[in-house]
């Protein structure tokens, strides 16, 4: 059974950092993308980043770039994103995912695997 659990939300101030993590189990984890998305109230859910350690790479959205991090435990098949400077723009429930491609996080196809979501509440 396919499981990706997400912990690590919170309420922060903006200017503040939280770490999320994505625990995965189920699956080859060296064979798929794993990431997170995040849908905010009122808004679609969109991408905000993803890492495949097989090809060595990261993705992530614009709006994220230069204050978040994404890294990954293999030992461990757990996906790390350390968040900075959190605005209150990045508030939205945070949902880790898994897909065969890196290139799902920004295309809009279907993503394989999803896990349950963490909220993630940014204050001004």
């Known amino acids: 059974e396919v499981q990706l659990q997400a912990s690590g939300g919170g309420l922060v101030r903006a200017g503040g950092s939280l770490r999320l993590s994505c625990a995965a189990s189920?699956?080859?984890?060296?064979?798929?993308?794993i990431g997170w998305f995040r849908q905010a109230p009122g808004k679609e859910r969109e991408g905000v980043s993803c890492i495949s350690s097989s090809y060595n790479s990261t993705w992530y959205a614009d709006s994220v770039k230069g204050r978040f991090t994404i890294s990954s435990d293999n030992a461990k098949n757990t996906v790390y994103l350390e968040m900075n400077s959190l605005k209150p723009e990045d508030t939205a429930v945070y949902y880790c995912?898994?897909?065969?491609?890196?290139?799902?996080?920004?295309?809009?196809?279907?993503?394989?695997?999803w896990g349950q979501g963490t909220l993630v509440t940014v204050s001004s």
């Open positions: 995912a898994a897909d065969f491609l890196l290139s799902s996080w920004y295309t809009g196809a279907p993503i394989d695997y």
């Open positions: 189920g699956f080859t984890f060296d064979d798929y993308a």
